[in-house]
């Protein structure tokens, strides 16, 4: 079974070559790392929030 930092290092080794190629920019690899993982924070924190509030308000319809 593979884990997510598997996953995540196999991410970094086909996209970013790809990338820095296109833009003819050498970025660095823990500049793609910490944007990828702001990225992600930030789909869980809307996902958290998209699936939370609805239920808010259907508790709050009930009281």
Known sequence: MYTVGY???RYFDICVPGI????GYQ????????WTVLAFVWLMV???FITIRPLMELF???Q
Do not use: E, H, P, Q
């Open 7 to 9: 996953w995540v290092n």
């Open 20 to 23: 820095m190629f296109i833009t």
């Open 27 to 34: 970025y660095s690899l823990s500049f793609f790392k910490g």
């Open 46 to 48: 809307a996902g958290i």
């Open 60 to 62: 709050k319809k009930d």
